[in-house]
């Protein structure tokens, strides 16, 4: 394999130029709009990108390559150009007759639509990101096919006969695509979250409730199998598939059943708007799309409501165990620390958050971290201050006593409650905050959040915190 290095292809010029422009801090928009008109394709793709329904705010009609840069920031800018080089660049390879090339950018296509889908409704910090990891998951599988034509045409067989494309390309290669992908995305320097994309997607060494630490991945992966199931022309394994598909969305990413039902039903229409950009055929792709009946989908939402409350009822019971083993608990403690980092342990450990950390008030009033457990407390537990002239959403529930959710501190309807000095430290722009209170008096904030899939924190979690922290303060009450 290391002898067809040399015929792998180099990546189109505009991206490179791109790249190492938007690397530069002094590079104004106008400069990098002159780049990207000089081609039709990449102009068309920022000027839909920056009138799109993401950016639907924004008062004006986008007209220029210019305005539309400064809207959409670099990353997003960066992320449209790769997407389209490296389509462009592939697209073009056909050494291998067996390949059925329409039938792998359909799929890729439809992958990027619905990742793109998937990301608007979770809240994903970049749906244009979700869309070019979507469009380009499988990279691995397309170039290896076509520089090892006649050693893929081995795996192709194995797949006719059944076997999964994973465990196919391990038997021939002993490696598979997602190996080459990211050895491939690494090679053309694409953003580190292409690599990850390209290189986890299938997920192997995870379970179907087990979140990745990077959340392209579990979007990118979800997006995968609904892109299978809208080409699956077999119903009963399209069944099982959806199924399957439905209870992944749910358990990586907080999906529910309508909103999954809703994304399936429309995500063949919004992948006929990309087709004529990307030089597919529509008849192609009709030819290959499979239609969801209104009584199957039906069907999957009667037994994945089925599902949910199931899942759901045994969250309730985990928690509500963790809830009496902690009120029994309190009844041995001795000081208000042992009550604190028991508080700090049973929510953690019951209520599954990534991240858990109590603040508390030092001398001139700041909140300083003095305890936590998760994902990287380490390194603020004693060193992460929230000064109170600062202000911000932490301090002010602080100071009234009161419990906030922030579901998306960059949204409009959070970003003037959260301060940068916060943002700062937890690196987060989902979480919640509750006080612990000792008559009448605040002792410190418990901050819980899902640093590492970024999920916002529900409510009624929320609500289960609050419990935890009533009890905690009906025990500190007798001790101070």
Avoid at 237 to 259: F, G, V, Y
Avoid at 310 to 326: A, C, I, Q
Avoid at 442 to 458: A, C, T, Y
Avoid at 465 to 479: H, I
Wanted: a negative charge.
């Amino acid at each position: 394999m290391v002898e067809t290095t040399r015929d792998i292809p180099a990546m189109p010029q505009i991206w490179v130029k791109i790249r190492e422009m938007t690397q530069h801090l002094n590079i104004s928009a106008a400069a990098i709009a002159n780049e990207i008109l000089k081609d039709q394709g990449m102009t068309s793709r920022i000027l839909k990108a920056a009138n799109s329904a993401t950016y639907a705010g924004y008062n004006q009609r986008i007209t220029t390559v210019t305005n539309a840069i400064v809207l959409l920031g670099f990353n997003e800018v960066r992320n449209i150009v790769v997407g389209l080089a490296v389509y462009n660049m592939l697209e073009k390879l056909k050494h291998n007759k067996r390949f059925k090339f329409k039938e792998f950018w359909m799929h890729s296509l439809a992958t990027a639509v619905a990742a793109r889908m998937i990301a608007e409704l979770v809240q994903y910090k970049n749906t244009e990101e979700a869309f070019v990891a979507g469009l380009l998951h499988d990279v691995g599988k397309l170039v290896i096919s076509q520089l090892m034509p006649k050693q893929y045409d081995e795996v192709l067989l194995l797949t006719e006969n059944g076997e999964s494309d994973i465990v196919a390309e391990d038997n021939i290669f002993h490696v598979d695509h997602q190996v080459i992908g990211q050895w491939l995305a690494e090679r053309w320097h694409l953003p580190e979250v292409l690599v990850y994309a390209c290189s986890m997607h299938h997920r192997l060494e995870l379970d179907n409730r087990q979140k990745s630490r990077f959340r392209i991945v579990d979007i990118v992966s979800v997006a995968n199998d609904m892109a299978h199931l809208i080409f699956c022309s077999n119903k009963n394994e399209r069944k099982q598939d959806a199924q399957k598909c439905q209870n992944k969305a749910l358990s990586l990413l907080t999906i529910s059943k309508d909103n999954w039902s809703r994304i399936i039903r429309n995500l063949a229409d919004n992948v006929r708007k990309e087709i004529e950009e990307y030089n597919l055929s529509e008849t192609d792709f009709e030819n290959l799309l499979t239609t969801f009946d209104d009584d199957e989908l039906e069907e999957y939402q009667t037994e994945k409501l089925y599902q949910e409350m199931n899942h759901e009822l045994n969250e309730r019971v985990r928690e509500l165990s963790t809830l009496n083993d902690f009120s029994s608990a309190l009844l041995e403690v001795e000081n208000q620390d042992q009550i604190q980092n028991l508080l700090l342990e049973s929510i953690y450990r019951g209520i599954a958050f990534n991240r858990v950390l109590l603040f508390s008030p030092d001398k001139k009033g700041d909140l300083v971290a003095v305890a936590g457990f998760g994902a990287e407390v380490n390194k603020l537990i004693g060193t992460a201050k929230l000064d109170k002239k600062k202000g911000g959403v932490i301090v002010q529930s602080f100071t009234e006593k009161k419990a906030t959710n922030v579901l998306n501190a960059a949204s409009h309807l959070f970003a003037d409650m959260v301060s940068q000095q916060e943002l700062n430290i937890l690196r987060c722009a989902s979480f919640a905050c509750v006080p612990l209170a000792a008559n009448d008096r605040s002792l410190g904030i418990i901050v819980v959040d899902n640093h590492i899939s970024s999920d916002p924190v529900q409510d009624q979690r929320l609500s289960t915190v609050v419990t935890f922290c009533n009890q905690a303060s009906l025990v500190l009450k007798r001790l101070i």
